[in-house]
């Protein structure tokens, strides 16, 4: 057998970043009941009681408010199940999911 003189160069170049995150963020409007946004946040965002009132608060003065920063497939989820409860509520909340920069 002859012998096989490789050389194997097994250097690979990556760069390995951190995966995006997505922001949610929830709009005020003036139907939308305080209790609903409450339960919402407590249900579908696992906020405790304070920090979900506190949010709905921010909403209720500011406008809107950053609720979550998730990666994908966990932002998905989460806007998946705010929308059917909110669709099932009839309320005209709104709630976005933006890419974090």
Request: with cysteine; charged share 25%; hydrophobic share 40%.
């Amino acid at each position: 057998m002859a012998k096989v003189n490789e050389k194997v160069k097994d250097k690979v170049n990556q760069k390995i970043s951190e995966p995006r995150k997505y922001k949610i963020l929830m709009y005020n409007d003036e139907v939308t009941t305080m209790d609903f946004v409450v339960h919402l946040l407590m249900h579908v965002f696992n906020k405790n009681k304070t920090v979900a009132y506190e949010l709905m608060m921010t909403i209720h003065q500011k406008g809107s408010a950053l609720v979550g920063v998730y990666s994908y497939d966990v932002a998905q989820t989460k806007m998946q199940q705010a929308k059917e409860m909110i669709a099932h509520s009839g309320f005209p909340l709104v709630i976005k999911c933006l890419i974090d920069k």
